[in-house]
């Protein structure tokens, strides 16, 4: 028999899928708002840390989407305050109960029902923890070389070639695994 951690984190599982999907057929702000505000208070007191990172972890895409928007509906005189509030809002509510269930439920346990989910959400969860190391590394060793705090412009230097470096190292990874797959056939095509 399973145990009922396993089926109370699948119970989560199942609720914070149809949540998100309820996200996605909502279309008023009001309604979205107000979702925002009850998962808000269901979260308990959690709710302002879980607030934190959802807002820090949307701010800078949604501020991005949203300037993108502005510079092409404007001109256009498509522009539309609702529309943009709505969008905002969906992908802030998303986050929230995305940060909401990770406190909340053990993803390897809420997927154990499945072997090849828990495997990928093991292998995302390695690639998560990797990077991270890297990208420790990478504030580690520049705060190590610089004795005062740098300026905005050096910051924004070290941050580029580490966006470099990553993505170098990425595409390195790429390149060997397609390179293994074709060595094993698996692009042959005249089958």
């Known amino acids: 028999m399973r145990s009922p951690s396993a089926v109370s984190a699948r119970l989560w599982l199942l609720a914070y899928a149809a949540a998100l999907l309820a996200a996605t057929l909502v279309h008023d702000p009001y309604w979205l708002g107000g979702a925002l505000l009850v998962v808000s208070l269901a979260s308990g007191r959690d709710r302002w840390r879980i607030a934190r990172r959802a807002v820090r972890a949307v701010l800078l895409f949604n501020g991005v989407v949203t300037l993108g928007y502005v510079l092409v509906a404007g001109p256009r005189g498509e522009f539309s305050p609702a529309y943009l509030l ?5 992908v802030l509510l998303m986050v929230y109960l995305g940060f909401w269930f990770v406190s909340r439920v053990n993803l390897l346990r809420a997927l154990a029902f499945s072997p090849t989910l828990s495997f990928l959400a093991t292998l995302a969860c390695g690639q998560g923890l990797a990077l ?60």
């Open 132 to 191: 991270k190391r890297m990208v420790d590394d990478y504030q580690q060793a520049f705060r190590s070389r610089n004795l005062e705090p740098p300026d905005v412009r050096t910051r924004l230097r070290h941050a580029a070639a580490q966006g470099a470096d990553l993505l170098d190292k990425a595409l390195h990874g790429a390149t060997e695994t397609t390179q293994a797959m074709r060595s094993r056939g698996f692009f042959d095509d005249r089958a």
């Open 86 to 90: 709505l969008v905002n809002l969906r």
